[in-house]
């Protein structure tokens, strides 16, 4: 079974452009979480969908991040403009929806961010 | 609210020498335990959980026990080998409303293991 799918793995950007992130979750999985991971910081959580919906957006700043899930399978988190303070690791996980396995979330291997 | 405090790192240890990550945890009732670890250039992947107070999780050798009497969740081997090394995340669930779970992450703690 393939895993989570991100990319790209990396981006260096330079301050005030765009940059985009993309994320493929298990098959079959429908909810999907995006996470801000500091330097040697946890998992911060951004926005959490169910299928095309995002239930849970409270934590994800909206003035220059959003995201979809248009189709309720693929997402893309976009960040416009950058700052410097943006550099960090973006996940991707998700989890499946059937019951005995909702709390396990799997993790792609994230896109390390550099704002120059 | 809710908080997870994991041990700094880095912790470094020769092989086969026995392993102790601690975790402590602030959350109200019986939240779910986790140990997430993420080895170099990869993404988290779940190593081992318990749901209920004095469940014992178990995996690769790993091992930590929920005690709720202590708010506790601490990680244990044995005998580490190199392999080991890697970055290990506690984590916590809350009591789920409207079934949502919603990881609440330590810091993390590197392991370094030298042969």
């Known amino acids: 079974e393939a895993g989570v799918v991100q990319s790209p793995r990396y981006k260096i950007i330079e301050k005030k452009q765009p940059v985009a992130f993309w994320c493929n979750p298990i098959?079959?999985?429908?909810?999907l979480y995006w996470y801000l991971q500091n330097l040697g910081q946890g998992p911060e959580l951004l926005i959490r969908?169910?299928?095309?919906?995002?239930?849970?957006d409270s934590q994800l700043p909206k003035d220059r991040f959003s995201a979809e899930r248009l189709k309720g399978v693929d997402s893309t988190l976009k960040i416009q403009p950058a700052e410097l303070g943006d550099s960090a690791v973006y996940l991707c996980?998700?989890?499946?929806?059937?019951?005995?396995?909702?709390?396990?979330?799997?993790f792609g291997p994230g896109t390390r961010l550099l704002v120059l | 609210g809710d908080s997870v405090t994991q041990m700094e790192g880095p912790v470094t240890l020769s092989e086969e020498a026995f392993l102790t990550i601690n975790c402590t945890y602030t959350a109200t009732g019986y939240p779910s335990l986790f140990w997430y670890v993420q080895y170099p250039g990869e993404g988290l992947q779940l190593l081992l959980k318990a749901t209920k107070a004095d469940d014992k999780g178990s995996n690769k050798g790993f091992e930590a026990t929920y005690r709720k009497e202590t708010t506790s969740f601490h990680l244990e081997k044995g005998s580490v080998q190199v392999s080991d090394s890697a970055v290990y995340f506690c984590a916590l669930i809350p009591i789920p409303t409207s079934g949502t779970y919603k990881y609440i992450f330590g810091t993390g703690t590197r392991l370094k293991v030298l042969a």
């Open positions: 098959s079959g999985h429908n909810t």
């Open positions: 996980a998700s989890s499946p929806s059937y019951s005995g396995d909702q709390e396990t979330q799997y």
């Open positions: 969908y169910e299928n095309e919906e995002a239930v849970d």
